[in-house]
């Protein structure tokens, strides 16, 4: 019989137990804050100071009537069904926030930063939007109810932009404006305006500013359809660049250029009369005007052809 073998010392380093492998712990991702209803968050305000930056607060269909400021990076978006209604106004003071889907029954004023308002209703009787020198917003398919001053007033140096905006006004309520420019930079494009006194109104409020300091906003694109007074005015040293744009029925002046103001108004197609006053000589090109243009540069009442 052959002899047994000797068992084999174990190795002790066989034995060692490996160490555990550390998992990292994951950076937690941005998180939804519900307001409203059955939500754990009082208000807005509340909502703003659980938010970390990044974060989505969804609005529920509610009323808000404490005023809300925003200084935090993040996005607020109206939930399922009504909109939410903003009934104590909102101030924004931080540097990037989405605002999407809510109906704002007060003002809504963006005081710096680079913005995106999309599919908003605005209605009241106040300044609707005011974006503050400086600021950059881009407003987009939001509808404009304007039942006292402007339905958009956009300061001094505010960039960004307008576009795919429905704005209207109640044609008995005199001194309503669709978008107010002062000396702003931003980009008008492709909204419509009705009922309002004045479709645009561009003017800078320091007509003795150095003309570097002086911006000219481009308004291209719109319809600006029965106001009750003048489609577009430019006042007091205002230069802007409108290009095909469609105004009609406009009850005194389809444009008023007036108190030294100029621009540049490239293939528009105007139905109304147009009034130039003395000392004022903006560039008019390729427009199809089909009423009178009354330059008070030239002597008389002028009546000019269908192109100008």
Request: with cysteine; charged share 25%; hydrophobic share 35%.
């Amino acid at each position: 019989m052959a002899p047994k073998k000797a068992a084999k010392k174990k190795d002790a380093k066989a034995e060692e137990v490996k160490e555990e492998e550390v998992v990292p712990e994951l950076p937690d991702g941005p998180k939804s804050i519900a307001v409203g209803g059955w939500s754990s968050a009082k208000d807005i305000n509340d909502a703003v100071e659980k938010a970390a930056e990044g974060d989505l607060i969804i609005l529920n269909s509610d009323n808000f009537d404490a005023p809300a400021v925003i200084d935090k990076n993040i996005t607020l978006k109206g939930g399922a069904g009504d909109a939410p209604v903003i009934r104590g106004g909102m101030v924004i003071r931080a540097e990037k926030v989405t605002l999407e889907g809510v109906r704002f029954e007060s003002s809504l004023t963006v005081e710096q930063g680079k913005h995106a308002v999309s599919n908003c209703e605005f209605d009241g009787n106040t300044n609707l939007l005011c974006l503050w020198p400086y600021s950059d917003t881009a407003v987009s398919g939001c509808k404009f109810t304007t039942r006292g001053k402007a339905a958009i007033y956009s300061f001094s140096h505010a960039k960004g932009s307008i576009t795919k905006c429905e704005i209207t006004g109640d044609p008995a309520q005199q001194g309503t404006s669709g978008i107010v420019l002062d000396n702003s930079c931003t980009i008008i494009d492709g909204n419509t305006i009705s009922g309002t006194t004045t479709g645009v109104y561009c003017f800078c409020a320091d007509a003795a500013a150095d003309k570097a300091e002086l911006n000219s906003p481009v308004i291209k694109n719109n319809t600006i359809n029965g106001v009750s007074g003048t489609g577009v005015h430019l006042d007091k040293g205002a230069n802007c660049t409108f290009t095909n744009n469609t105004i009609t029925n406009s009850a005194y002046w389809a444009v008023n250029v007036s108190e030294k103001a100029t621009g540049t108004f490239t293939k528009n197609a105007v139905h109304d009369k147009v009034r130039i006053r003395a000392g004022c000589r903006p560039l008019l090109a390729q427009n199809k005007i089909t009423a009178r243009v009354i330059n008070e540069n030239d002597v008389g009442t002028i009546s000019m052809q269908e192109r100008y």
